[in-house]
Nanobody, 114 residues
Framework: VQLQASGGGLVQAGESLRLSCAAS????????MDWYRQAPGKERELVAG???????YYKESVKGRFTISRDNVRRSVWLQMNSLKPEDTAVYYC?????????WGRGTQVTVSS
């Protein structure tokens, strides 16, 4: 299983970023996909997830600002992040639970300046 995440960067508060995650080595359409993040000194936390039926779920603090989507043909999942805040600063990770094990992509840094 490989998860290739990209799209992070440095932005100002109020701006947007779109994270991408391309998956390989799995039958993508059969798996729920998630985005997590980890800020310095904090535990990794779930930000958003999208199920196989395309229903989604979000951390309360990002509802209305972030949108997760997926394309089973392209085996990809995206996280559109709007109205970014300094507290969104973190390393963002793509995640899938595969064969009972957490699989993580290499993180992508998102930095939001005030």
């Amino acid at each position: 299983v490989q998860l290739q995440a990209s799209g992070g960067g440095l932005v100002q508060a109020g701006e947007s970023l779109r994270l991408s995650c391309a998956a390989s080595g799995i039958n993508f359409r059969l798996f729920d996909m998630d985005w997590y993040r980890q800020a310095p000194g904090k535990e990794r936390e779930l930000v958003a997830g999208i199920r196989t039926d395309h229903s989604s779920y979000y951390k309360e603090s990002v509802k209305g600002r972030f949108t997760i989507s997926r394309d089973n043909v392209r085996r990809s999942v995206w996280l559109q992040m709007n109205s970014l805040k300094p507290e969104d600063t973190a390393v963002y990770y793509c995640h899938v639970l595969f064969a009972g094990s957490d699989r993580w992509g290499r993180g992508t840094q998102v930095t939001v300046s005030s």
